[in-house]
T-cell receptor, first 114, second 114 residues
Framework: AQSVSQHNHHVILSEAASLELGCNYS??????LFWYVQYPGQHLQLLLK??????LVKGIKGFEAEFIKSKFSFNLRKPSVQWSDTAEYFC????????????FGAGTRLFVKA | SAVISQKPSRDICQRGTSLTIQCQVD?????MFWYRQQPGQSLTLIAT?????????ESGFVIDKFPISRPNLTFSTLTVSNMSPEDSSIYLCSSQRPENTEAFFGQGTRLTVV
């Protein structure tokens, strides 16, 4: 069965620390890859996406992610986090299984200490 | 981007009753989906709402429990039937762009069953 695994459920960092959130998926076909973010009290919104081309993609607010096909991974990074990055981060994969279906990882709650 | 409005935003319901959640998109979209986000968990796809035909349900979800309507390209409803406390969750409507499958979400409906 297709699945998306996020390695960390809770992460606590101090401001200016570097962030890397792991994401692996299990599906052998073509995928579109996403990271979504949910700030406290807000709805889910897109952080960044990968469809094709350069495997290193840049998103909003200084986030980037790297697609490594051989590892089925799409890890999210930010060199220096801010208190305002406190949120829940979801990795997601869209599969084409005759129709498009998006599967979400379990999410990672990031808390950044000021 | 698509703007998605859901109604109601929250409700408290008695067990055994049913609740219908409405989802309105501000533009015509081909793909609409319903997700459930249980407390502390990730998003689980309930079904794909197909315009003019029966919804496509994911494993573990059935039409009798979660009937879905999609009368046109901008509107869908999800009914949670014969509710029990286990149905307490956030229910999210989503649309996706067909060309890149980027997902947009409504603010969700927070349902509490007592």
């Amino acid at each position: 069965a297709q699945s998306v695994s996020q390695h960390n459920h809770h992460v606590i960092l101090s401001e200016a620390a570097s962030l890397e959130l792991g994401c692996n998926y299990s599906y052998g076909g073509t995928v579109n890859l996403f990271w979504y973010v949910q700030y406290p009290g807000q709805h889910l919104q897109l952080l960044l996406k990968y469809f094709s081309g350069d495997p290193l993609v840049k998103g909003i607010k200084g986030f980037e992610a790297e697609f490594i096909k051989s590892k089925f991974s799409f890890n999210l990074r930010k060199p220096s986090v801010q208190w305002s990055d406190t949120a829940e981060y979801f990795c997601a994969v869209t599969l084409n299984t005759g129709g498009f279906k998006t599967i979400f990882g379990a999410g990672t709650r990031l808390f950044v200490k000021a | 981007s698509a703007v998605i409005s859901q109604k109601p935003s929250r409700d408290i319901c008695q067990r055994g009753t049913s609740l219908t959640i409405q989802c309105q998109v501000d533009s015509q979209v081909t793909m609409m989906f319903w997700y459930r986000q249980q407390p502390g968990q990730s998003l689980t796809l309930i079904a794909t709402a197909n315009q003019g035909s029966e919804a496509t349900y994911e494993s573990g979800f059935v039409i009798d429990k979660f009937p879905i309507s999609r009368p046109n390209l901008t509107f869908s409803t999800l009914t949670v039937s014969n509710m029990s406390p286990e149905d307490s969750s956030i229910y999210l409507c989503s649309s996706q762009r067909p060309e890149n499958t980027e997902a947009f979400f409504g603010q969700g409906t927070r349902l509490t069953v007592v």
